[in-house]
């Protein structure tokens, strides 16, 4: 768990979260159960109870596929500490990976995330090729 109690009380902030990584599992119009089951272990990370995990998925997809931009996803993302957001970066490139191929949707989506995150280049090529590696 590395949020502290008043961010995890905060659901909309963890909805928000929720809605980016749906929004990486499905660019590539392929929502598996392997993402959904990382989504869920994230949120278990984040530090969101079993008994709410399933609530929060289900409040996500609806902010995820009313919004048309991931602006609204990101806004509070890039104020948490770097080690924060790099656990959210890696949980992004984990979804991407887990069908063990990022398609031009997905590069694009993840390059968008480090200029609004605030990620440098080298870091987001570290993680990449971390959970890149990982996945094989």
Request: net charge negative.
């Amino acid at each position: 768990m590395f949020f502290k109690k008043e961010e995890i009380k905060n659901n909309n902030f963890i909805t928000k979260i929720c809605a980016l990584l749906i929004h990486a599992a499905k660019i590539d119009e392929n929502y598996t159960n392997k993402e959904e089951e990382i989504i869920k272990k994230t949120l278990t990370e984040l530090g969101v109870e079993n008994e709410n995990i399933s609530k929060t998925i289900e409040e996500a997809k609806i902010i995820e596929e009313s919004s048309n931009q991931i602006l609204d996803f990101t806004r509070e993302v890039k104020n948490l500490p770097e080690q924060d957001k790099i656990k959210i970066i890696e949980a992004l490139w984990s979804i991407i990976y887990s069908n063990e191929d990022a398609d031009i949707y997905e590069t694009n989506l993840m390059r968008r995330l480090a200029g609004l995150l605030y990620i440098d280049n080298k870091t987001m090529g570290d993680i990449k090729e971390k959970i890149k590696k990982n996945s094989e």
